[in-house]
């Protein structure tokens, strides 16, 4: 285990994803005084751009760790790099964007900016040089005075959840955005709206369960416009708790 890079990537993926979406969760309360879903699939705490980044970070910045200088900037463009990329690729495959910085200073695109670069920066140094000797330790010590084969049950059982949940969240996403599409009157970049999705997504997965789940989910219509569907499905609830609110 100790040897074997495949597992140690597996357990940092885990561990990273559920850690980025606690502190993703924290930031939603301080900056918009809610308490709203940020995980990327629909079931378990995980937010897999952390999860991503943090592997990256671990394996390619490590050498760097002494330098807090050459950690930070390599970090922000990493981390810049990766975030692109997730919101990208989440475009094209599943047709939606989940943020959009278009409105932000030194913007690219809308999907990464200079305020979130930096930071990733800081993300970089703290995740390198502070957090990830710990848990390394702690793997360590699970290894050795707990066990080897239980560790690896509960690592191979999570990424199977994780799996299942992707393949999920992909079905459940590509109807709603079909419904949507026919129930508003939208013209969404990539979806047909004359398909028929399959039945189980359309009757388990409502307009509440996907916007609770995705609350800043975002679109692209046929005129290149971007569309909140916060704003579309208005009367659809998409927090847990607003703080403040009576």
């Given at each position: 285990?100790?040897?074997?890079?495949?597992?140690k990537?597996?357990?940092y993926?885990?561990?990273?994803?559920?850690?980025?979406?606690?502190?993703?969760?924290?930031?939603?309360i301080?900056?918009?005084?809610m308490?709203?879903?940020?995980?990327?699939?629909?079931?378990?705490?995980?937010?897999?751009v952390?999860?991503?980044a943090a592997?990256?970070?671990?394996?390619?910045?490590?050498?760097?760790?002494?330098?807090?200088?050459?950690l930070?900037?390599?970090?922000?463009v990493?981390?810049?790099?990766?975030?692109?990329?997730?919101?990208?690729?989440?475009?094209?495959?599943?047709?939606?964007?989940?943020?959009?910085?278009?409105?932000?200073?030194?913007?690219?695109?809308?999907?990464?900016?200079?305020?979130?670069?930096?930071?990733?920066?800081?993300?970089?140094?703290?995740?390198?040089?502070?957090?990830?000797?710990?848990?390394?330790?702690?793997?360590?010590?699970i290894?050795?005075?707990?066990?080897?084969?239980?560790?690896?049950?509960?690592?191979?059982?999570?990424?199977?959840?994780?799996?299942?949940?992707?393949?999920?969240t992909?079905?459940?996403?590509?109807?709603?955005?079909?419904?949507?599409?026919?129930?508003?009157?939208?013209?969404?970049n990539?979806i047909?709206?004359?398909?028929?999705?399959?039945?189980?997504?359309?009757?388990?997965?409502?307009?509440?369960?996907?916007?609770?789940?995705?609350?800043?989910?975002?679109?692209?219509?046929?005129?290149?416009?971007?569309?909140?569907?916060?704003?579309?499905?208005?009367?659809?609830?998409n927090?847990?708790?607003?703080?403040?609110?009576?």
């Amino acid at each position: 285990m100790k040897k074997s890079i495949f597992w140690k990537i597996l357990i940092y993926f885990i561990i990273y994803s559920i850690g980025g979406f606690l502190l993703e969760t924290i930031y939603a309360i301080f900056t918009k005084g809610m308490l709203e879903s940020r995980q990327s699939f629909l079931y378990g705490p995980f937010c897999i751009v952390y999860g991503i980044a943090a592997i990256c970070f671990i394996f390619l910045l490590k050498k760097y760790k002494n330098n807090n200088v050459k950690l930070f900037i390599y970090g922000l463009v990493l981390g810049c790099t990766i975030e692109y990329m997730s919101s990208y690729i989440g475009e094209l495959l599943l047709h939606v964007k989940w943020w959009d910085y278009s409105n932000d200073f030194l913007n690219i695109n809308g999907r990464t900016c200079l305020y979130y670069a930096v930071l990733w920066g800081f993300l970089s140094i703290v995740l390198v040089k502070y957090i990830n000797p710990w848990l390394d330790k702690m793997i360590d010590f699970i290894i050795e005075k707990i066990s080897n084969k239980i560790l690896k049950l509960a690592v191979s059982s999570i990424t199977l959840f994780m799996i299942v949940d992707g393949i999920i969240t992909c079905y459940a996403l590509d109807a709603f955005l079909v419904r949507v599409a026919n129930e508003y009157n939208i013209n969404i970049n990539g979806i047909d709206s004359k398909k028929v999705s399959d039945l189980y997504f359309v009757d388990n997965f409502s307009n509440e369960k996907m916007m609770m789940t995705y609350p800043n989910m975002i679109i692209v219509n046929d005129k290149n416009e971007v569309v909140y569907l916060e704003t579309v499905l208005s009367g659809v609830k998409n927090y847990y708790y607003k703080f403040g609110s009576k």
